[in-house]
């Protein structure tokens, strides 16, 4: 697929080589795999199904082999329908924005593929709801630490376009609610952690260096 990207753009793959002082600007789409369990009437539950991930990325190479840079991402998680006691069924919607110093270690700098390891810290908005035909049963909105790691490669097409592959897991936090017994006759909630595995494919575009 990606070589016949680099035959859309007008030629052939161009030179991947990894250069100090080059910038690259990414476009991310793909998935985010929640881990997201929560105690549910005393039973760990599932929380979240995965869905679509968007996010943005700048990085500037200190050495070939060195980058440092930010990145946000934004995972919009699929629903979930869970039993919450007397017979109700919750309706659960999550969402995930992060954002992140980053650093990367590109391991063959010189070649047509560059793989990488990559982490980063900085701080996620989370957001997690449930409703029944009641009314909502909860709703939370809180803030947390963010660090992640993960692994990627990409290459180089016509006129500077980068495009590559990366998955990386993410810790996002924990907190706990209870839900309102006056909607959902009774029924406890109380998440434990939530992380995720996000894989996305990068479209982006490489300038300065050498």
């Given at each position: 697929?990606?070589?016949?990207l680099a035959?859309a753009?007008?030629?052939s ?6 250069t100090?002082?080059e910038q690259i600007?990414?476009l ?7 881990f997201l369990?929560g ?5 760990p539950t ?6 679509f991930?968007i996010g943005?990325?700048?990085?500037y190479q200190?050495?070939?082999h ?5 990145d946000?991402d934004?995972?919009?998680y699929?629903s979930?329908?869970?039993?919450v006691g007397?017979g ?5 919607t999550?969402n995930?924005?992060?954002?992140e110093a980053m650093?990367r270690y590109?391991f ?6 560059n793989?990488?390891l ?10 997690l709801?449930a409703t029944v035909?009641?009314g909502?049963?909860f709703?939370?909105?809180?803030a947390s630490?963010?660090?992640?790691v993960?692994a ?5 097409l016509?006129h ?18 209870a839900?309102?017994?006056a909607?959902?006759?009774g029924g406890?909630f109380?998440?434990g952690g939530?992380s995720?595995?996000a894989?996305?494919a990068?479209?982006g575009y ?5």
């Amino acid at each position: 697929m990606i070589a016949a990207l680099a035959a859309a753009l007008g030629g052939s793959f161009a030179s991947a080589e990894v250069t100090a002082g080059e910038q690259i600007v990414n476009l991310d789409l793909g998935t985010g795999i929640p881990f997201l369990k929560g105690i549910i009437n005393q039973s760990p539950t599932s929380l979240a199904n995965p869905g679509f991930l968007i996010g943005g990325q700048y990085i500037y190479q200190l050495t070939p082999h060195i980058g440092v840079g930010a990145d946000i991402d934004d995972s919009m998680y699929g629903s979930a329908d869970i039993g919450v006691g007397s017979g109700q069924t919750a309706h659960f919607t999550s969402n995930h924005l992060g954002v992140e110093a980053m650093g990367r270690y590109v391991f063959m700098p010189q070649s047509q593929w560059n793989p990488y390891l990559v982490a980063g810290v900085g701080l996620n908005e989370n957001s997690l709801k449930a409703t029944v035909p009641a009314g909502t049963a909860f709703s939370g909105n809180w803030a947390s630490p963010a660090y992640s790691v993960g692994a990627g490669v990409e290459t180089v097409l016509p006129h500077s376009i980068i495009a590559g592959l990366e998955a990386r897991w993410r810790y996002i936090g924990t907190e706990s609610y209870a839900m309102n017994p006056a909607i959902t006759g009774g029924g406890n909630f109380s998440p434990g952690g939530w992380s995720e595995l996000a894989i996305a494919a990068r479209l982006g575009y490489r300038f300065g260096g050498k």
